[in-house]
């Protein structure tokens, strides 16, 4: 074996250190937003927050670490990866005071900042990792290259093995504070590992106490961070069920001094109904619910964004429509089906609306197009494109129904003008509605295809006319963008409306329950 096979040799454990410490980077940005999105909702905001954190934190990683391997005479590995173990064991704990705190910033601001105290120790401690190990492989200038792309390659490739085995196997099946305790224990073991060689290799003989300091704190403290997720008693709500997924994290809660039991995914509330006889309590709902007595020829119905299932209830009993259900989230189908009584009599389809759409064949006389969620839009439900797939699912004289949340009026009105204006390119006619009269917020719901509305043939009686004329809503969509998949600024347009619901749903349930 000649002298650079056997220096390669050696350095295996260096390359099993950045292998871990780089799978661990992309475990605690990935879950960043699951720790987050609870609170501030799983919007652009969050996500553009934790990358630009990322990006930040691996800047001064990378600038510090190369620093202190240079200075450090080839020890000191140890003592950062026990930090970074220190620093992930404590985000669940912290995750709580750190969003209330930052609240007062509003979404944008509350966001980032959140990011940054969460997860910026621990990630820039991570990030020192490469430079240090690039110190540590590197016997003579000459190989410098070589050692390198040696390290960032396998650090690069700990980093997809970690997004791959998180995203396919751990998150489906355990809680992201699970996880980032995991993550943090098994960096407190390699910190060992590494300080032990660290001793043997080294003049200095003090590299392993360091780390056992730290690790012994970091075991004082691990019941605080498991059980750092449990919300303080509130007598005004009881949390029935709750589980995350890979979407969000779906809760049933209840309100029995109001009759009220909500759904929620994140910071979004999906359903609400009375407790005791399980009556739908979102009036946009109802409206929808009347489309059938409009439009007595609709036999056939596709519901996207199943949500507690009540439109899909409503059409089932009172009509005796076949309703086939689209929900892009098992844990949301399961709590309507064991919380709020919902049964389909017709396809019950799990999986994203884009791709699945592409394989329903149709034809529908009725389309539900309520995909709405709070902290974001989903954009890419809302373009011409997408559109004109719904539009093929229907039969000659279909109709779209579409829910939108946003304002009438005023600043953030050019949504809600963008949705109408972009509706305008697909189908022929369209219909407005709101759901509050009298209010700039609120749900909008647009009734859209080939033919007008037709309420000569219609079954709606006087009270119910006289009740739905009164919502019937005028938009000027002159300013409106039309939403396209290659230029879509939805999201951009409706921050107004993101930062008023988030407004809304803390003043109903406060801060405290929304952290997880």
Known sequence: MNDKQLHSSANLWIYLTVFITGASVMV??????????????????????????????????????????????????????????????????????????????????????????????????????????????????????????????????????GTLLLGFFLFPWVGSRQILISTALVLFVLALLVAIIEQKRSALKITVLPCVALMITGLCLLPLCINAGQAPSDNRFQVLSERESLYGYVRVIDQESKNLRFLTSDASMIGAANITDGANRLTYQDIVALIPAIKPSIKKTLLIGQGAGHMAMALQQKYSIVVDTLEIDPAVAEAASTYFGFKPNGKAV?????????????????IIHDCFTGGSEPSHLLTVE???????????????ALNFVGFGEGEGQRGLASVSHTLKQVFAEQSLYISEPGEAFNDFIFLAGNQPLDFAVSTLSAEQTAWLNQRRYAINATDGLVLTDNLNPLEHLQIRKSERYREVLLSWFGGDLLIR
């Open 28 to 161: 605690i940005e990935l879950l960043g937003t699951r720790m987050i999105a609870p609170f501030y909702g799983a919007s652009l905001y969050v996500w553009s927050s934790l990358i630009s954190v990322t990006m930040i934190a691996l800047a001064i990683g990378y600038f510090t670490g190369g620093r202190w391997a240079d200075r450090a005479q080839r020890t000191g590995l140890s003592l950062i990866i026990a930090l970074a173990a220190l620093f992930t064991l404590l985000i669940p704990w912290a995750t709580r005071p750190v969003l209330l705190v930052t609240d007062s910033l509003g979404l944008r601001g509350g966001a980032f900042t959140s990011a940054l105290v969460l997860f910026m120790p621990s990630l820039t401690l991570l990030s020192m990792v490469g430079p240090f190990a690039i110190k540590l492989a590197t016997a003579k200038l000459e190989g410098v290259g070589a050692s390198s792309g040696s390290i960032y390659a396998v650090s690069t490739l700990g980093s997809v093995i």
């Open 350 to 366: 799990i999986g994203d609306a884009r791709y699945e759409i592409r394989h329903l064949t149709g034809p529908y006389d009725l």
């Open 386 to 400: 997408t559109l004109q797939q719904l539009k093929g699912l229907l039969s000659p004289d279909g109709m779209l």
